[in-house]
Each structure stands twice: as C-alpha cells, then as structure tokens.
Nanobody, 117 residues
Framework: QVQLQESGPGLVKPSQTLSLTCTVS??????????WNWIRQPPGKGLEWMGV???????YYTPSLKSRTSISRDTSKNQFSLQLSSVTPEDTAVYYC?????????WGQGTQVTVSS
C-alpha cells in the first residue's frame, strides 16, 4: 500500500524559501509510469496544481509558479521535495503531495504552511 507523507516547517517568513519533503513508502518513486505531484489549497480557495516530477526525473510546473518553483528528488530516500522561493502571505496554504497520473490515486494528508513575519 503506497503512502505519502509531507513534512517541513509550518511557518515561513516572507521573502524566504518554502521547503517541503514528501516521503513515499510502499512503492518506488522511480517506478515506470508514475508521477509525483505537489498541489496546494489556499484558505477558502480551490486546489492548485503546482508541479510534478515524473519517474524518470523530469519536471513540469504551472506557468504562474514556474519561475520560483523547484521540485527535486532523492531516490536513495524515496523522497521528492518542493522549494518555493520568495514567498508572500498569498502562498499560505495546505500543501499536498500526490501520486498520478490520470488523477491522483494516493494523497498525503497535507501540511499547513503559513507565510508570516
């Protein structure tokens, strides 16, 4: 049974970099065909797909965040990570990692990240 778990600081100061890690258990992030996504939900708003790292290591990002988003992976730890630079209070959200493609079949529980000084 594949499980995903987000981790990282819950509070980030404006202009700093938000860093989160998704730890995957029960399956390999290098298994052919699977995509590993970051999604967020600001308070009172809908889900926003941020980006993905696929099983071969290639990455794709939503255009609105591409300039300050980086997704990477550590295959030895079966983890993938999100870095969002130059954050503002509008980046406050619940952040999720999820497995795809064709929708998301497995989600992490989500982690609240607040951007505040």
């Amino acid at each position: 049974q594949v499980q995903l778990q987000e981790s990282g600081p819950g509070l980030v100061k404006p202009s700093q970099t938000l860093s989160l890690t998704c730890t995957v258990s029960g399956g390999s992030i290098t298994t052919s065909g699977y995509h590993w996504n970051w999604i967020r939900q600001p308070p009172g708003k809908g889900l926003e797909w941020m980006g993905v790292i696929v099983y071969d290591g290639s990455t794709y990002y939503t255009p609105s965040l591409k300039s300050r988003t980086s997704i990477s992976r550590d295959t030895s730890k079966n983890q993938f990570s999100l870095q969002l630079s130059s954050v503002t209070p509008e980046d406050t959200a619940v952040y999720y990692c999820a497995r795809g493609p064709w929708g998301y079949d497995t989600w992490g529980q989500g982690t609240q990240v607040t951007v505040s000084s």
